[in-house]
């Protein structure tokens, strides 16, 4: 059973819990600099949207990676994973994502993507909006094509 | 050390001086920070006599110990500064984000002091802190002060900043951040404009730590639970903001309407939370670590009134709403916009007009006074003309932007101003609720409702509520809010967390941050200590008991109209108590065994 | 009588208010009477099991009846009801 890190911008009110919890599953602490997720946010137009890695079935990061450390995990389904062990931190994969969800830090020495938890996502459990999701591959847009869908429910029952 | 940074940033703008202190660890212990903090060193380091708007006042940006953690709604802090409102050391709370960032570049405390020989702002990136020339920026409104500072800055700052009505020194100017965040009350704003400080840009890369992260991850989680699992926090204030009060206070007839001339409003609809949710809002916004979202992102399109941006609050409708006999929410949201980009106080704005629009219909005033407006309730153009020009500080406007109690007594009736301690009631009439009286009276900064809430109990209770109109029981409810939201205030959190959690909450969450063992009945105590902190300070200002009461209408001019009809505000049945549970004489002066007990002296 | 309903109530609801020219004696069978006409989800929202819930707020002419005698709070003709849904703060 695949599941997939879905985002729902138009739930996201800007309050960062996704960041905080991402930085204390991974380092115990509360570090912007070490999120791997992003809720950005423009106060003028009040949207905010989290940004974090898609797990790209053909990663460019994956592709461009020298040594393997960047790859496709055999253990999780829909996984871009890494491996610091073989990883040289030429910083090729930050320059290869055209989504900007790779980023090298040096405080740590480390590629920081998502790694979804390993399967348990500590943002889906503190999102309190439901902007982030793990949700099966199969349902992964169920929800916002449901609620759609339920306008033109609404308007036909109206006229009917 | 944990929760806390273990710095503190210190400022000199006469000498462009920057300098940084180890926080000091008792007064940590002893005052968790923010409010707390900042009261501490107001007190210590500025004369109760000084001019708050001379250069030795010092202006004050205070974070908590749990604010950039993920405590739940934690991620406040606190404008600690003189007020030149009242002389009160005013400590006015706002959410966004730029008190984590304050954390993360490093800081459990900002003290900005003297003054900028021209204007001026700060940069602070981690230890890199610049005065900056704000030629450039004096002048606009803050949203757009935000956006010049971020393209000088980093586009990721965070910024704190004055509008026009604090560069004009106006005794309602405020502070906003996030540009639709406001530090509100007492006029702060006008502090930060006496020093020529444009504004305040912060980034961080720094980290905040926990003493014990898992303890710390489980409170958390419980928090959180609670919070979810509550009407209001969970529910409730996300789908109809704070403005759902509007019907509530109606419906128990203590609506001030028309400056406090009456207690029900009977359009009060038109401008609750409900037309609110139908009419303007877009989606609800929460401030950084929070999962309650009360905050609404809103837009007028009628074109009289046309604008974008957040809010009103229940208080910013109120007073702009029925306490003006208004019921155009499109009007009133306007005012609201306005008072946001030019910087100044909705609270007390709007209660200034109202006030303003008495002393018209009385004849006080004429249209000659008022720019040749016809300043009446109900005049909706009027009060948004009105407000503008507060904003602007021109015409009129210049007046009104100094409060209602000023703007009263220069015409000879200050009974007219519906203020305590010379600020200005917010939207709850103490004729109807016996004990939110009692804590506009006591309130150490003059009429607010925050700082004692006690309408969590007497009017949203529930089953475990008490009764508005007794006033039975009351000093001991006011001394426990007074107390407790010192205390919250102090670590961070936000009052709306109190939907859901409580004192052992809070101090269970505190203790895992920062590794200080507080007890429930120590982080009251330090509220406690606090709340006579601030007294303490207000006494050698000139506050006496005498100050502690309401204006004459709410103690013998009954209710006209509505459920409440008929009743007053019955303090002098509740105030003697108060200062004997507080442990005071009956001056109100707090005891040697009190001070002593609380270690203030 | 005239009831009328706030916040989250209009919904369930589906109206904003309803006037009732025979009203029944008590808050009591008044919420019942009205949870019979709009179903399951009313019902919940001011009833914890046989008891008044603990998180709703009855107004009798601006009176909460956790004060007057809760379900037995008694209804003349002429009174004006109003039911909130615990919501807010601020």
Known sequence: ?160 | ?601 | MDVQYFATFRDLAGERARRIDEPPATVGELLQALAGRYGAAFRRAVFDGERLSPIAIILVNGRNVHFTGGLDTPLAPDDQVSIFPMVAGG
Not at chain 1, 57 to 77: E, I, W, Y
Not at chain 2, 132 to 151: E, K, M, N, Q, Y
Not at chain 2, 385 to 401: D, I, N, S, V
Request: one cysteine or more.
């Open chain 2, 1 to 601: 050390m944990f929760g806390w940074t273990g710095t503190i940033l210190r400022v000199n703008l006469t000498k462009g001086k920057v300098s940084r202190e180890a926080t000091d660890v008792k007064l940590a212990h002893d005052y968790i920070g923010a409010r707390g903090l900042g009261v501490r060193i107001i007190s210590d380091e500025v004369d109760p006599k000084a001019d708050a708007l001379g250069p030795d006042n010092k202006l004050i940006f205070a974070p908590g110990p749990l604010t950039g953690t993920f405590a739940p709604s934690a991620g406040r802090f606190d404008v600690i500064t003189k007020g030149p409102l009242n002389g009160v050391i005013a400590a006015s709370n706002s959410g966004g984000s730029f008190g984590p960032e304050l954390k993360y570049a490093g800081y459990d405390a900002l003290i900005i002091e003297g003054k900028a020989a021209k204007p001026s702002y700060l940069w602070i990136k981690d230890d890199e802190v610049e005065i900056r020339d704000a030629a450039a920026i004096w002048g606009h409104t803050t949203p757009d002060t935000t956006d010049l500072v971020r393209a000088a800055t980093d586009e990721d700052a965070k910024v704190a900043c004055i509008g026009p009505a604090g560069e004009k020194l106006a005794l309602l100017a405020n502070i906003m951040n996030e540009m639709f965040r406001a530090a509100g009350r007492t006029g702060v704003g006008a502090v930060m404009g006496s020093k020529n400080l444009k504004a305040v840009a912060v980034y961080g890369n720094g980290a905040v730590r926990v003493a014990d992260p898992e303890a710390f991850k489980a409170a958390v989680m419980k928090s959180r639970q609670m919070i979810q699992a509550h009407p209001v926090g969970g529910a409730g204030l996300k789908a109809y903001g704070t403005d759902v009060l509007v019907n509530i206070l109606n419906q128990i007839g203590s609506l001030p309407t028309r400056n406090y001339q009456d207690g029900y409003f009977p359009t009060a609809d038109k401008v609750g939370g409900e037309s609110l949710a139908a009419k303007q809002l877009i989606r609800p916004k929460g401030c950084f670590s929070c999962i309650i979202s009360c905050g609404r992102v809103t837009k007028v399109d009628n074109p009289a009134y046309q604008g974008a941006g957040e809010g009103p609050e229940y208080e910013t409708a109120w007073s702009f709403g029925p306490d003006c006999g208004i019921d155009d929410l499109d009007a009133v949201t306007k005012a609201n916009f306005l008072c946001n980009e030019y910087g100044i106080d909705t609270i007390s704005l709007g209660s200034t007009i109202a006030c303003a629009m008495e002393l018209f219909e009385r004849g006080v005033i004429t249209a000659k006074d008022t720019d040749g407006v016809q300043l009446t309730f109900g005049n909706t153009a009027a009060m948004v003309e009105m407000t503008r020009k507060a904003c602007t500080g021109e015409g009129f406007g210049a007046k009104l932007a100094q409060g209602s109690y000023r703007l009263a007594e220069s015409y000879g009736h200050p009974e007219y101003s519906m203020t305590c301690k010379k600020q200005e009631m917010p939207a709850y009439d103490p004729r109807g609720v016996q004990g939110i009286g009692l804590n506009y009276a006591t309130g150490n900064r003059g009429g607010c409702h925050v700082r004692g809430y006690t309408i969590a109990v007497e009017v949203l209770g529930g089953a475990g509520g008490m009764d508005p109109r007794v006033t039975e029981g009351k000093p001991g409810l006011d001394i426990l809010f007074q107390n407790l939201t010192a205390a919250l205030d102090s670590s961070g959190a936000c009052l709306f967390s109190t939907f859901g959690i409580g004192g052992p909450e809070l101090a269970e969450m505190l203790s895992a941050a920062t590794g200080v063992e507080y007890s429930l009945e120590e982080f009251l105590k330090i509220g406690e200590r606090i709340w006579n902190a601030e007294r303490l300070w207000n006494l050698k200002v000139g506050f006496t008991a005498a100050d502690d009461t309401l204006p004459e209408r709410l103690l013998k001019d009954p209710i006209k109209t509505g459920p409440a009809k008929g009743m007053v505000n019955r303090l002098d049945e509740m105030l003697p108590g108060y200062y004997q549970e507080r442990g005071w004489d009956e001056s109100g002066v707090p005891t040697k065994a009190k001070l002593k007990e609380l270690a203030l002296v």
């Open chain 1, 1 to 160: 059973m695949a599941k997939i890190l879905m985002i729902h911008p138009d739930k996201c009110t800007g309050c960062r819990n996704c960041e905080l919890a991402c930085e204390f599953v991974h380092e115990g602490q509360f570090r912007p600099a070490a999120t791997r997720v992003q809720a950005y946010s423009w106060e003028r137009e009040g949207i905010s949207v989290p940004m974090l890695c898609q797990q790209c079935d053909d990663a460019a990061c994956v592709k461009v990676c020298p040594t393997g450390a960047m790859h496709r995990s055999t253990t999780l389904a829909n996984l871009v994973d890494w491996d610091e062990r073989v990883c040289i931190r030429c910083k090729m994969c930050t320059v290869a994502c055209p989504f900007g969800n790779a980023r090298y830090d040096a405080a740590s020495s480390s590629i920081f993507k998502c790694d979804t938890c390993q399967g348990a996502p500590e943002c889906v459990t503190f999102c309190p909006n439901g902007a982030l999701e793990y949700v099966d591959d199969t349902q992964q847009v169920r929800s916002r094509k449901k609620a759609y869908a339920a306008k033109f429910k609404d308007a036909f029952q109206e006229v009917s």
